[in-house]
């Protein structure tokens, strides 16, 4: 029987693999060690090749496809209802094999090694901007203890670490005062390593030309524009804007039923840390909004005399993903909107 389709379920070293043919009927299954999958793969005639879009899953499809397989990626959550037993790799591998064939399933496309690289920047600098937040929360709480005490943010704590270092025995022992001056030191170094993260992120977003777009957008900077650029692989995967947004997380959760509409919350669905990025970006756009005479902060003000300030953030980072799903589609730059 020729293979047809194959479910491939991922895993750090033992990976399982699902064969059917192109009437759904199981021709083997197997289980094949990392270092044996390519060459199993490459002595099967060119087939479709599905696999959950998880960790690693991006370079196992850049290596499949090498070899002449089509590759699908898709998200773990839409796989999960193909499961019909117990969870284990041989159901996953076949909960995947049946997923792939389906007509409606949603794929997501394969990113390139650079693209991948620049998310590994974002990682790391978002690694290291949390461990900056834990040595400054550290520092505070320990000189706390002393009697120690500052203004929140960078140069409170800057002032404070001045104070540790001029401090005496009789106001802060001097077992406490090395223990501070060590978590200064490895402040330093990751305020360092942070800002040099910010320089090799500004440099690539110098280079692409989607990215340069995508900073026009009031509240999209060089760290969303970048991330941005890098994530959204194929723009024309989603049919409209509110497509784009709500892969993100960022439109109303449904609990509707009986021709009634319930809407709650948002769904907080996919990526968590682009989410993040358009919501932060939307705060300082809603804060600027309140002072500025321009016709688009008239929208922001008019929901603000109605809705919570957090529920306008939220309502702004929605509208900023639709205009970059707009900007990506058709390749152009942000037009502010003109006054009525």
């Not at 590994?120 to 005490?149: D, K, Y």
């Not at 540790?164 to 001056?181: C, K, N, T, Y």
Request: aromatic share 4%.
């Amino acid at each position: 029987m020729k293979i047809t389709t194959i479910g491939l379920d991922l895993a750090k070293s033992v990976f399982q693999l699902h064969a059917v043919d192109a009437n759904g009927t199981l021709v083997w299954r197997k289980k094949v060690r990392r270092a044996a999958l390519l060459d199993t793969l490459s002595k099967i005639p060119p087939c479709l090749v599905g696999m959950e879009a998880c960790a690693t899953a991006h370079h196992w499809a850049r290596e499949i496809s090498v070899l002449g397989h089509e590759v699908r990626l898709m998200p773990p959550a839409y796989v999960k209802a193909y499961l019909r037993r117990q969870k284990n790799d041989a159901a996953d591998a076949e909960a995947i094999c049946e997923a792939v064939r389906r007509p409606t399933m949603r794929f997501v496309p394969a990113k390139s090694a650079e693209r991948q690289a620049v998310l590994v920047l974002h990682r790391s600098r978002e690694l290291l901007v949390r461990q900056r937040t834990m040595l400054i929360n550290a520092i505070r709480a320990h000189c706390a203890e002393f009697g120690l005490i500052a203004v929140q943010g960078a140069s409170g704590t800057r002032d404070l670490i001045d104070r540790v270092g001029q401090a005496d025995g009789s106001i802060l022992p001097e077992v406490a005062r090395g223990v501070v001056m060590l978590l200064a030191q490895q402040l330093d170094a990751l305020v360092a390593q942070i800002q040099a993260l910010n320089r090799r992120l500004l440099s690539w977003h110098r280079q692409s030309e989607e990215s340069k777009r995508l900073a026009t957008i009031p509240g999209v900077g060089v760290i969303s524009a970048t991330a941005l650029a890098a994530s959204v692989t194929d723009p024309a995967q989603f049919r409209s804007g509110r497509e784009f947004a709500a892969s993100l997380g960022l439109v109303p959760r449904q609990n509707s039923s009986g021709g009634k509409d319930k809407l709650g919350r948002i769904s907080k669905m996919g990526d968590r840390y682009l989410r993040k990025l358009l919501v932060v970006g939307a705060t300082s756009v809603v804060r600027r909004a309140r002072t500025s005479d321009a016709p688009a902060a008239n929208w922001v003000r008019s929901l603000l005399e109605r809705k919570p300030a957090r529920l306008v953030t939220v309502a702004m980072a929605n509208k900023t993903a639709r205009i970059v799903w707009a900007i990506m589609a058709r390749g152009e730059t942000y037009r502010a909107p003109a006054e009525a």
